[in-house]
């Protein structure tokens, strides 16, 4: 603060002794006063000398007014005075500047003081956290001081903002705000928020600030609102400009079509305001934003494809065919419509068949192009309607070959009744003001900017000069008008003309060898461009030297060698006798060195302050930028380096034939490898419904057989003797002898089988006596098998009550239909009731005994109703009570489903663990059988107790067996 110190004792007019005094004193009472009410007089004190001692209530009270508002939030009436106070510290005021005389050292003190109060982020963060308070004496000071922190150090506040929680969020509240004064406030705050900050301005976009805005401006009129309305499209433009991503939401939220009601103004005369041709002039420039030849490339055609599809680009043209537009506006409109077209081939057809309303119509172009040639329209407009022709030529073939057509002697109106294109660039190419023949030299050379086939159209364009002279053409006649410059009288600048047609002949003779060789046939062009270039000029004829420089090296450098007398080597020769290669390639550089020079190369648009800084034109210095580099190689090679770089081309043209070629047989090969793979596909897909159709036939033959199959036994089973006669048949000659002792060891297999099964049976046993020293498995498998048996029996008598349920609620949802029906008709019958329609000629007494009679039906019909309803209420109640009973038990379902479930898995586990046992026992059992058999052949003795106890212990298992299987499940 020791700054503020010097400042404040450096001033020559500094407050009183008493003054200082009082201020110290309000400050101490703000820092010490316990009582709400002290504080708040002091701040208001302190507000009301803040604008006339600035500089010492900003160094002695600043640090008390941020505890204030740190500490007596629930006061909006001390928040407000602090708000207020700080606000005249930081503010610059205009009128107290003037008073003062100290415009400067206000500022800086603006400054300064912004600096102390940002030196702390928290304070912004305080400042922001104050703004959602609803309170007008809060929220539109601490708007207003939050705008003149950003206007004072903008960046630095701008990051602080970005940085802090929901910062940007709460300022895009203040566009809601109902009040109108902060609304508009909000506006500027956000423009000064926005300016010069990509995320910032990211964040504003997303927080639906286009909608907000977009429907601010069609609240107060649009073009016809005040000044809101223009603030309003600054903060867009300060979102859109140079902001690609905000530039494609945008677009991509359809908001390019809600800006076509602003230039819905139609051809009035009247009611142009000010405020107005403000609103409008920015509203086109924020059209411009959008299709700024600056932007991406796609971004732009994709909103000029969009301004053409709502209809933005044909309102613009009305306003540029209208009468009564000022024009500014015009102006304004012609640049807008230019970029709008501009290397768009829809939007630039459109524009082709735009006529102006005049009778007879009279297209747009060719209305335009009489105000450019026609010296007596304002500068700014010429220069606009040149843009837009420019722009109409852009990356436009199609356009190029219509403006040359109308100079072809074919396509010349022979009545003279109407004017065309060509012959209004002709006119003002050969008139005597020099601006004229600039802009139309340089439209002619647009119309022939990278499009050789109408470099050689323009060749057969022939004019007459003079009547009884034979027509000249109109590359001889810019060369003569060229020599001659000096000795015509012209208006304006005295090199405009000379540099517009040099401009002209570069561009048209470049990458065109035919256009060389006639600009070297006519021999006096030659020499005047030699003598040019070898003259020593003052530094106003230099620029003119350079570009004649250039047109002799353009001459040189696309010289086919057709004319003997001029092929390249010839005129090298020339160069170097005459002017000197060194000199000549300085002569050539003063077109790059030319100030004005990097000025038209910067923009495509030709905006100059005045007619004399009209020189250079964009597209021309691209075109010098290429050529430049090439020309000075040009000049310094041999002949035999030049004959060299003609057999590389040669060898390179006959090797891009042979590429093409290859390219060509590449071409073929791919598209027969495309037959071939469709022809593949259809194969595989004719392969697939054959298989297809063999699975069906092979299904079928199988179950033909089961058919067969199955009739064949059918048939067996009917005729038995049939079927055993047929068997005897069958067995080849087998006696029945031998079919009586097959049939002996079929029983005596049987009879193995049922001692087999017998053993099993011990062999269960076994197994369950085993079960039982473990857990008693079988108890558990009983209860399970019971559990299950009652599940499936509880399970079947809740589907039971379920089904009646369900047929009793289908019952009483019919009766509830019908009761409504029912009642729908007695509600019609109570309406048609209720308005008896008088008779002519009742009586009094009759027409009162009908109403009596009515109202008693109409009562009894009501008590009916309400009955209904009752009944119908109690209904519904029955039927939600049968809903809940019936989800109950569907979940008691459930619930049992489960519980079987896990039963099911658990009889499962126990069965395969007696699988197991029986696998053991089994092989157990051998294990014995083999010991015993090995005892008997060693001659060892078998006790037959031991058998006989064993025999006795199988019946046991046996008994025991028999036992648990009548105690198995119920």
């Not at 809740?798 to 509600?827: D, G, R």
Request: net charge negative; proline share 3%; hydrophobic share 35%.
């Amino acid at each position: 603060m020791n700054f503020l110190r010097g400042v404040m004792g450096g001033q020559s007019a500094g407050p009183q002794h008493t003054e200082a005094e009082t201020i110290q004193k309000l400050c101490d009472r703000v820092a010490s006063s316990t009582l709400l009410d002290d504080r708040r007089n002091a701040v208001r004190a302190l507000k009301s000398l803040s604008k006339k001692y600035r500089l010492e209530v900003g160094i002695q009270a600043m640090e008390h007014l941020i505890h204030v508002l740190q500490t007596d939030r629930s006061d909006s009436e001390i928040i407000g005075y602090a708000l207020d106070t700080l606000y005249n510290i930081i503010s610059n005021d205009e009128e107290e500047e003037v008073e003062e005389n100290s415009t400067r050292q206000s500022e800086d003190l603006g400054s300064q003081f912004t600096e102390i109060f940002i030196k702390q982020p928290e304070n912004v963060t305080l400042l922001l956290s104050l703004l959602e308070e609803f309170d007008f004496h809060v929220r539109w000071p601490g708007v207003k001081l939050l705008t003149s922190l950003l206007k004072q150090l903008g960046p630095q506040v701008q990051q602080i903002i970005l940085v802090s929680p929901m910062g940007v969020s709460r300022l895009m509240d203040l566009l809601a705000d109902s009040r109108e004064v902060i609304r508009n406030d909000g506006v500027l705050l956000l423009q000064a928020l926005t300016r010069s900050n990509g995320a910032i301005q990211k964040i504003v976009a997303f927080e639906n600030a286009f909608e907000r805005l977009l429907d601010i401006i069609t609240e107060e009129g649009n073009s016809d609102g005040g000044i809101v309305v223009e603030d309003c499209l600054i903060l867009l433009q300060n979102l859109l400009k140079n902001n690609n991503s905000n530039q494609n939401f945008f677009k991509e939220g359809s908001y390019i079509q809600r800006m076509k009601p602003w230039f819905d103004v139609g051809d009035e005369n009247s009611g142009w305001s000010a405020q107005k041709v403000t609103n409008l002039h920015v509203m086109l420039q924020l059209v411009r934003v959008l299709v700024s030849p600056t932007n991406p490339p796609g971004a732009t055609s994709s909103c000029q494809k969009a301004m053409f599809q709502c209809g933005l680009l044909q309102q613009l043209c009305t306003i540029l065919m209208a009468t009564g537009v000022p024009a500014d506006i015009l102006t304004e409109t012609i640049n807008t419509v230019s970029e709008v077209i501009r290397g768009h081939q829809v939007n630039q057809d459109y524009f082709a068949s735009v006529n102006a309303p005049s009778n007879p119509p009279r297209p747009a172009i060719v209305v335009l192009l009489m105000s450019m040639v026609n010296e007596r329209q304002p500068f700014v407009l010429r220069c606009a309607v040149l843009y837009c022709f420019q722009c109409f030529l852009y990356k436009n073939q199609k356009g190029q070959g219509e403006i040359v057509s109308t100079l072809l002697p074919s396509t010349i109106d022979a009545t003279g009744n109407s004017v065309s294109a060509g012959q209004l660039l002709c006119g003002g190419l050969f008139s005597t003001d020099s601006l004229s023949n600039w802009c139309a030299a340089v439209a002619l050379a647009h119309a022939l900017q990278e499009n050789a086939t109408q470099k050689e159209q323009l060749l057969r364009v022939q004019l007459a000069t003079s009547i009884g002279n034979p027509p000249v053409s109109l590359l001889q006649q810019c060369t003569n008008i060229l020599s001659q410059g000096d000795k015509i009288d012209r208006r304006g600048s005295k090199i405009q003309t000379r540099v517009g047609l040099l401009m002209l002949l570069c561009t048209w003779l470049s990458n065109c060898p035919i256009a060389v060789t006639h600009f070297l046939h006519n021999s006096a062009n030659v020499p005047f461009l030699t003598g040019q270039i070898a003259e020593n000029l003052g530094e106003e004829e230099q620029l003119v030297q350079g570009l004649c420089a250039l047109l002799l090296g353009i001459s040189i450098y696309f010289n086919d060698n057709s004319l003997e007398s001029y092929m390249k080597e010839k005129l090298k020769q020339l160069i170097e006798k005459r002017i000197g290669k060194e000199n000549f390639i300085e002569k050539l550089g003063f077109i790059s060195k030319h100030e004005l020079y990097s000025r038209a190369s910067q923009k495509p648009q030709p905006n100059f302050p005045s007619p004399e800084y009209m020189i250079f034109d964009h597209e021309f210095t691209k075109l010098v930028k290429e050529l430049e580099g090439v020309i000075t190689k040009a000049i310094y090679k041999s002949s035999e380096e030049d004959k060299k770089e003609e057999e590389v081309k040669k060898t390179l043209e006959q090797h891009d034939s042979i590429v093409t070629h290859y390219k060509n047989m590449i071409r073929e090969q791919d598209l027969q490898l495309e037959e071939l793979k469709q022809q593949i596909s259809t194969l595989k897909c004719q392969n697939e419904q054959l298989q297809t159709a063999v699975t069906q036939q092979v299904s079928q033959i199988q179950q033909h057989k089961d058919q067969y199959n199955l009739l064949k036994v059918q048939l067996g089973k009917d005729n038995p003797h049939q079927g055993s006669y047929s068997d005897t048949t069958q067995m080849n000659g087998i006696q029945p002898e031998e079919v009586g002792r097959l049939r002996e060891e079929i029983k005596e297999l049987k009879s193995n089988q049922e001692l087999l099964q017998s053993q099993l049976a011990e062999k269960d046993s076994l197994i369950e006596n085993l079960k039982s020293s473990q857990a008693s498995p079988g108890t558990n498998e009983q209860s399970s098998a019971t559990a299950s048996a009652q599940d499936s029996e509880q399970i079947t008598e809740l589907k039971q009550e379920l089904a009646t349920l369900k047929s009793q609620l289908n019952s009483q949802s019919v009766e509830i239909t019908k009761l409504q029906t029912e009642k729908q008709e007695l509600l019609q019958k109570t309406a048609t009731f209720a308005k008896p329609a008088p008779v002519p000629g009742e009586s009094e007494a009759v027409a009162a005994a009908k109403t009596t009679d009515v109202e008693g039906r109409l009562s009894a019909l009501l008590q009916e109703t309400k009955e209904l309803k009752n009944e119908i209420k109690a209904l519904s109640e029955e039927r939600a009570a049968i809903k809940e009973q019936l989800d109950a038990s569907n979940s008691t379902i459930a619930i049992l489903q489960n519980e079987k479930n896990k039963l099911e898995v658990d009889v499962t586990d126990s069965k395969k663990e007696q699988d197991d046992l029986l696998v053991l026992l089994a092989d157990q059992d051998q294990k014995i059988f083999s010991l015993k058999n090995k005892l008997k052949e060693l001659g060892h003795p078998v006790e037959e107790e031991d058998e006989l106890e064993s025999g006795d212990q199988d019946d046991e298992e046996d008994e025991d067996e028999d036992n648990g299987k009548d105690q198995g499940p119920i």
